[in-house]
């Protein structure tokens, strides 16, 4: 089925309208949602999906919006699937008076932001644009991040509910859509309802290049370096004073490269600060612990362990503790029990015409917890780049794609059942 040949696309329009919606989400805050603007995305979209005639779209108090796509086949045993997207953009860049901006018909040369010239798009650095000639780009303009993450992925998912309703010829079961806040800051799925969702997989679409699916995630910790020096008048702090602040900055010095997000790639793991505050008398480190086998997490936390005590030796009246809580565990050993939902991904990008990759993130996504929760749930690319940053891109051909790909998904799963 060549759906370029029938379907209205509406999902440029949709993501150039959703980007102009701050959502950031704020690690700061014990709220939830974390930041209340989150809300006026999960608004839009219900009103969207009511308009499209999904009747039960609802936005929570938590600022979760579900919705339901009955099933429009006689097909018995289909099981209930369900895609998911986040709302919410990181905190490490501006997410506020957004401006894209559509590059059409690219050529390979470089794109210079135009707010911030020294914000240029170089094929050098962005190796995946080699793969974009004569696709149209769309950036910001290059004072805030763009939104593609994932509010491409809202929009894809968005697009595809609209053909769903309009497109009955596309048969499926049940399709359940779940918009999530707050996964930038590693809460996305602490009040998900999974009993309301009764979902039996679920598909994630927040990831980069086209054709490419994830099924294995980093398994993550947080950790908490705290620090009790000693503290004394600095007029009279000679053989008395043991700064909780220096110590720390020891501590971080002597933090491998070998160990580090930047001195790392495929499948090593890493050890990062991630925030350091406090003052003299006592002092604290924020880490992120990542690696993709479960074991290693304690390896790591002991790296840190190690260190501290080497350092504490030189300060022996200060002492330390690191408290370590889990984050999320790698997906790929749930995915590896219910095969089939990562074959009929794969099977639904090659009919979409894409070269289908299997692929480890150097991450995670609300899918590496919602698979431990009881849903099954990789990750489907959405086509966004240089997430976090002011190069912020992704391609209008790629964003179709992915519609595509949640279509043909919902008729394997039709078809296979």
């Known amino acids: 089925m060549n759906f370029n040949l029938r379907l209205n696309f509406s999902v440029i329009d949709r ?23 989150q809300k006026n995305l999960g608004k839009l979209l219900v009103t969207e999906l009511q308009q499209i005639g999904i009747e039960d779209a609802h936005l929570d108090e938590y600022g979760y919006v579900y919705a339901t796509i009955p099933a429009n086949t006689d097909r018995p045993g289909i099981p209930v699937i369900c895609f998911c997207s986040h709302m919410d953009t990181s905190p490490d860049c501006s997410g506020k008076d957004v401006k894209p901006i559509i590059h059409k018909n690219y050529q ?17 650095a962005h190796p995946d644009l080699k793969n974009q000639i004569g696709n149209d780009i769309i950036t910001a303009s290059g004072t805030t991040l763009l939104g593609a993450d994932n509010k491409a992925g809202v929009a894809e998912i968005m697009d595809a509910c609209y053909q769903l309703i309009n497109h009955p010829e596309i048969k499926h079961g049940i399709i359940r859509i779940l918009f999530t806040p707050d996964e930038e800051i590693g809460r996305g799925v602490d009040k998900v309802d999974i009993k309301k969702l009764g979902a ?23 950790a908490k370096l705290v620090i009790h020096g000693i503290s004394s008048h600095p007029g009279f702090a000679k053989g008395n004073m043991e700064s909780a602040i220096k110590i720390a900055g020891q501590i971080v010095a002597r933090l491998p490269y070998q160990l580090s997000p930047e001195g790392t790639d495929n499948r090593q793991g890493f050890v990062h600060p991630v925030g350091i505050e406090g003052h003299v008398e006592q002092a604290t480190v924020d880490f992120i612990i990542r690696d993709f086998e479960d074991a290693k997490l304690e390896a790591h936390a002991n790296t840190i362990r190690k260190i501290a005590d080497e350092v504490l030796k030189n300060f022996p009246n200060s002492t330390y503790e690191l408290l370590v809580k889990p984050q999320y565990r790698n997906m790929k050993s749930m995915l590896d029990k219910h095969p089939q939902i990562v074959e009929y991904g794969m099977e639904a990008i090659k009919r979409a015409g894409l070269n289908a990759q299997l692929c480890s993130i150097r991450g995670g996504t609300d899918g590496s917890r919602l698979s431990f929760m009881g849903l099954p749930c990789p ?28 279509l043909h998904l919902c008729m394997v799963w039709e078809e296979r059942s």
């Open 15 to 37: 993501f150039l309208r959703y980007v102009g919606i701050d959502t950031q989400s704020d690690p700061n805050s014990d709220s939830y949602p974390s930041t209340e603007k």
């Open 108 to 124: 390979g040369a470089d794109i210079i932001l135009p707010d911030d010239p020294s914000q240029i798009l170089r094929m050098n």
């Open 200 to 222: 039996y997989a679920g598909y994630t679409i927040d990831g980069e290049s086209a054709g490419n699916m994830e099924n294995e995630t980093f398994s993550a910790d947080g």
């Open 379 to 406: 990750n489907i690319f959405a086509g966004e780049h240089a997430f976090h940053g002011k190069q912020e891109w992704i391609s209008v051909q790629d964003m179709q794609k992915a519609v595509e790909t949640i």
